[in-house]
T-cell receptor, first 113, second 114 residues
Framework: KAGVTQTPRYLIKTRGQQVTLSCSPI?????VSWYQQTPGQGLQFLFE???????NKGNFPGRFSGRQFSNSRSEMNVSTLELGDSALYLC????????????FGQGTRLTVV | DQQVKQNSPSLSVQEGRISILNCDYT??????FLWYKKYPAEGPTFLIS?????DKNEDGRFTVFLNKSAKHLSLHIVPSQPGDSAVYFC?????????????FGSGTQLTVLP
């Protein structure tokens, strides 16, 4: 079956702009989580959606937001971009449940200039 | 405050030998632990997990050990192969909740030398 698909793969934006990233989970998976990876910081949890509801949110400013649609696809939005937002943004899907295996997409590499 | 720590940013091992990757955690609520492997330009892929009711879990060449009293886990790869060269992340979660949130360490770059 198809894996987790993230679009676009690469993105260059200017400071102050906003950006929307997309994630299509594995068919049948209702949980979608977003993570930010920066050099030396590992992966930091942004938020998790399950059945269109945000269940959990990490310690990121309100400029980072997301949503999930009825088909489980999810989008992540970052407004008023800062240079420090340059990172690899990863989406993971799972069946849901705290121990369900999470499958990651290839990520979107965002560069803010 | 990093709740999951991987103190070795890199590790080099000869092919055929054992690779031992270490991870420490501080949050005593964590009771489910996972290891992921990541190649450049790819997302992390799941390797192996362990629940806190166990102290060891094996899957082929991969074994994870958990020492709850020390809040320490390790991943052993035996024998190591050049294809194992990647960044390894340990992650932890609280299994009693319904939400899916993984707390990751900063990763260890493993290089297996032929």
């Amino acid at each position: 079956k198809a894996g987790v698909t993230q679009t676009p793969r690469y993105l260059i934006k200017t400071r102050g702009q906003q950006v929307t990233l997309s994630c299509s989970p594995i068919s049948g998976h209702r949980s979608v989580s977003w993570y930010q990876q920066t050099p030396g910081q590992g992966l930091q949890f942004l938020f998790e959606y399950f059945s269109e509801t945000q269940r959990n949110k990490g310690n990121f400013p309100g400029r980072f937001s997301g949503r999930q649609f009825s088909n489980s696809r999810s989008e992540m939005n970052v407004s008023t971009l800062e240079l420090g937002d340059s990172a690899l943004y990863l989406c993971a899907s799972s069946l849901g449940g705290a121990t369900a295996e999470a499958f990651f997409g290839q990520g979107t590499r965002l560069t803010v200039v | 405050d990093q709740q999951v720590k991987q103190n070795s940013p890199s590790l080099s091992v000869q092919e055929g030998r054992i690779s031992i990757l270490n991870c420490d955690y501080t949050n005593s609520m964590f009771d489910y632990f996972l290891w992921y492997k990541k190649y450049p330009a790819e997302g992390p892929t799941f390797l192996i997990s362990i629940s806190s009711i166990k102290d060891k879990n094996e899957d082929g060449r991969f074994t994870v050990f958990l020492n709850k009293s020390a809040k320490h886990l390790s991943l052993h790869i035996v024998p190591s192969q050049p294809g194992d060269s990647a960044v390894y992340f340990c992650a932890a979660s609280v299994s009693s909740g319904s939400a899916r949130q993984l707390t990751f360490g900063s990763g260890t770059q493993l290089t297996v030398l032929p």
